[in-house]
């Protein structure tokens, strides 16, 4: 039997929350509050498996409630169900140690199968969620690349026209700098890639996803 505990300022929710969870052959709900104060005490004795958690509560909130759990019972998984989808809260939730984000808005069925997902090693999220979430490693992990060959911003633009296939002259007409300037960042670009044409340059950036 999964053992759920339920973190939710809205007592009608609360309440639906907890008979949903009971009304099921595999789970059930051992305590629900409304808040985290005093989460560390009250769980002591009957630690769940899985921890539904909302984000906005007073007094402590979810992402306290996390960093708690995270520290005193790690082995407990964390789901946070929330009406929030924006990108910072998202990621204070997995940076605390959340194992899940999924909207208050998914169906009963999908709460459900969200639960069962994470104990049996999964991260379940809201589609959405998911998303911004892929977004956020593409992106992080494209500008941990482009550090590695230090190039500016300027360089990129041009590296982007010559994988485009323009020539130095189109190149400068379409970004509104000489030829002249063209060719230094180019030279510049061959320095930081570690080529010497610009076939192997545009290979280098296909290669390492440069663009």
Do not use: W
Request: glycine share 4%.
């Amino acid at each position: 039997m999964i053992k759920v505990a339920i973190f939710e300022d809205h007592k009608a929710r609360r309440g639906a929350l907890k008979l949903l969870i009971d009304l099921q052959p595999d789970m059930y709900c051992i305590a629900d509050y409304e808040n985290c104060s005093g989460l560390v005490e009250n769980l002591r004795y009957n630690v769940p498996h899985v921890v539904l958690m909302d984000i906005n509560m007073p007094r402590v909130d979810g992402i306290t409630g996390v960093k708690l759990l995270q520290k005193h019972y790690p082995d407990t998984y964390i789901i946070i169900q929330t009406v929030f989808d924006d990108d910072e809260k998202i990621f204070d939730c997995l940076r605390s140690g959340a194992h899940g984000y999924i909207l208050k808005k998914v169906s009963n069925e999908k709460l459900i199968d969200a639960v069962k997902e994470v104990v049996n090693g999964g991260v379940p999220m809201t589609p959405s969620v998911a998303k911004r979430v892929l977004n956020f490693f593409n992106k992080n992990s494209i500008e941990s690349r482009l550090s590695d060959f230090n190039l500016s911003s300027r360089e990129l633009d041009i590296l982007t026209e010559l994988v485009n296939g323009l020539s130095h002259k189109m190149i400068a007409a379409k970004l509104c700098i000489s030829v002249y300037t063209v060719g230094n960042h180019i030279k510049s670009i061959y320095q930081k890639l570690h080529v010497h044409s610009v076939s192997e340059a545009v290979a280098t950036a296909l290669q390492n996803n440069l663009l």
